[in-house]
C-alpha cells in the first residue's frame, strides 16, 4: 500500500495523509501577498542604499575633481549609462525603458508563484504604503 504523503505538496505533509493546513486559493493569495509586500521592502531598501553609495560616489568624485587630482568626462558616464539602461535601443532613457524594466522584474519575482495576483497586491502595498 502506498502512503498517500508522497502526493502531497511539501506545506501538507504532516506525518498522515489528512492535514490541517489550507492549500487553497485563500493561502495562495495570501503567500503571494506576504512575498510580494517583503520583495517590495527589500526593493526601496536596496534602492535607498544605492542611492547614498551613488550620491557618495559621485560627492567624492566631484571633490577629486574640485581639487585638481581627477578630470570626470560626464558626457562619458552619461552615455555610457544611457546604453546599459536603454531597453528599448532608442538612444534615450524615458518612460517606455521604465515599463520593460519594471515588466522584466515582475516576470522574475513572479516566477513560478502561485496567486501572482496576491504578491502584486502585496508589493503595491509595501512599496507605496510601508
Not at 517583503?38 to 571633490?63: D, P, T
Request: glycine residues 12%.
Amino acid at each position: 500500500m502506498s502512503d498517500d504523503s508522497d502526493s502531497l505538496p511539501f506545506f501538507t505533509k504532516s506525518g498522515s495523509s489528512k492535514s490541517n493546513s489550507s492549500s487553497g486559493l485563500p493561502s495562495q493569495i495570501g503567500i503571494g501577498f506576504v512575498g510580494g509586500f517583503c520583495s517590495a521592502v527589500a526593493l526601496k531598501s536596496a534602492g535607498r542604499a544605492a542611492a547614498v553609495l551613488f550620491g557618495g560616489a559621485f560627492i567624492f568624485l566631484q571633490y577629486l575633481s574640485y581639487k585638481g587630482y581627477i578630470q570626470v568626462d560626464w558626457q562619458k558616464v552619461e552615455k555610457s549609462m544611457i546604453t546599459s539602461l536603454d531597453q528599448n535601443a532608442d538612444g534615450k532613457l524615458d518612460k517606455k525603458d521604465a515599463v520593460l524594466l519594471w515588466n522584466k522584474l515582475k516576470v522574475i519575482l513572479m516566477f513560478n508563484l502561485p496567486g501572482s495576483g496576491g504578491f502584486l497586491s502585496g508589493f503595491y502595498f509595501g512599496f507605496f504604503h510601508f
